[in-house]
């Protein structure tokens, strides 16, 4: 099965992309590990989403072939 992922989470890649170029371009290390962080939550959140949409079409599949 080919997986397409959704526009909110490649607007999620692409948020954590941003915020880890702010923390390559951070002089500071505090606000260096600040967009690091951010970086993570934004990764954390495309995953759920994709763990999210998978089980979805798992389920839309078991319903399908129960019918």
């Given at each position: 099965m080919v997986?397409?992922?959704?526009?909110?989470?490649?607007?999620?890649?692409?948020?954590?992309a941003e915020?880890?170029?702010?923390?390559?371009?951070?002089?500071?290390?505090?606000?260096?590990?600040?967009?690091?962080?951010?970086?993570?939550?934004?990764?954390?959140?495309?995953?759920?989403?994709?763990?999210?949409?998978?089980?979805?079409?798992?389920?839309?599949?078991?319903?399908?072939?129960?019918?």
């Amino acid at each position: 099965m080919v997986f397409k992922f959704s526009k909110i989470g490649n607007c999620c890649y692409r948020l954590a992309a941003e915020a880890r170029d702010c923390a390559k371009r951070a002089q500071e290390p505090a606000f260096k590990e600040a967009f690091l962080e951010v970086e993570r939550c934004w990764l954390n959140l495309a995953r759920s989403y994709a763990v999210s949409e998978h089980l979805s079409i798992l389920a839309d599949s078991v319903t399908a072939r129960d019918r």
